[in-house]
């Protein structure tokens, strides 16, 4: 019979030397293999278990419910949260009422690559949009997590060391292995009809498409929202508003356009 990966958090309730120890022991009784184990907050820990039928999670299940040190908070398949949980012994934020929309602040780059990552390992189409103000890692983020995947990314609008709107590709590039990297204000307001025609192609290929600024992105496309598989917000702090009012300000002021942005978008 195939093994099976099983996400299993408990909240500790009496804290006592060896408590680790014994459910250790008891997976091993039970031959249930621990892949990686982390704690989770304060009073949790999460483990990713390995077993050979459903039937030893249902006697595992079975026996903590009578244990009093703990409580089961979680037994299930594991999903990508939880493995990204047990990695950094903290669960990613996520909008409690658009589960697709997931938050993070500059000082959690590294688990925002790691998830991003592992987005880009998944096949097939897959629309990933990333809102946050001028130079707080966007771009610099979505670049390592390509290399942690083992991606190539291709930008097809970008303010990133210099202006890139690309109008066409070559015929290698058109490949749905690879990254591509829109920037949803360059895209609206510097680029023609030959662009978005790129645009649509790459759109329609079953390939992962990264839309930086997707709010302003979708204001003059036929595009929406809701299109997006996922939505990643970052900020360099949690209170920090995600707002192109100053930029737009700015760039009139000046008459700069887009070059009010700078040449990084880190």
């Known amino acids: ?42 009073a949790r820990r999460g483990l990713l278990i390995r077993a050979q039928s459903e039937d030893q999670i249902i006697r595992l ?9 703990i409580k089961v908070r979680k037994m299930r398949e594991p999903k990508l949260r939880d493995k990204l949980a047990v990695r950094h012994g903290r669960y990613i934020q996520r909008d409690h009422d658009d589960k697709k929309t997931f938050r993070f602040v500059r000082d959690e780059l590294g688990i925002l690559v790691d998830f991003m990552a ?13 809102r946050g103000m001028p130079r707080v890692g966007k771009t610099e983020s979505v670049v390592a997590a390509s290399v942690c995947a083992n991606k190539k990314w291709l930008f097809v609008s970008s303010t990133l ?10 015929k290698d590039e058109y490949n749905a292995d690879n990254i591509f990297i829109i920037d949803g204000i360059v895209s609206r307001r510097r680029a ?19 839309i930086e600024h997707p709010d302003i992105f979708v204001e003059h496309s036929e595009y929406s929202i ?25 760039n009139l002021f000046h008459g700069q356009g887009l070059d009010g942005f700078g040449g990084f978008d880190f």
């Open 226 to 250: 809701e299109d997006f598989d996922y939505i990643i917000e970052l900020r360099n702090n949690p209170e920090e508003e995600i707002t192109y009012e100053a930029v737009d300000k700015h």
């Open 161 to 170: 060391l210099k202006q890139t709107i690309r109008k066409e590709l070559i």
């Open 61 to 69: 299940q079975s026996i903590l419910e009578t244990v009093e040190t």
């Open 118 to 130: 592992e987005l880009f390992k998944e096949e097939g189409h897959k629309l990933i949009g990333i």
């Open 1 to 42: 019979m195939n093994r099976k990966d099983w996400y299993l958090e408990y909240e500790i309730t009496i804290d006592r030397p060896g408590l680790l120890g014994d459910i250790s022991s008891l997976l091993g009784m039970l031959s249930i293999n621990i892949i990686s184990i982390n704690g989770i907050d304060s």
């Open 192 to 210: 023609d009809e030959r662009h978005w025609q790129l645009v649509r192609e790459l759109m329609r290929l079953p390939a992962v498409k990264v």
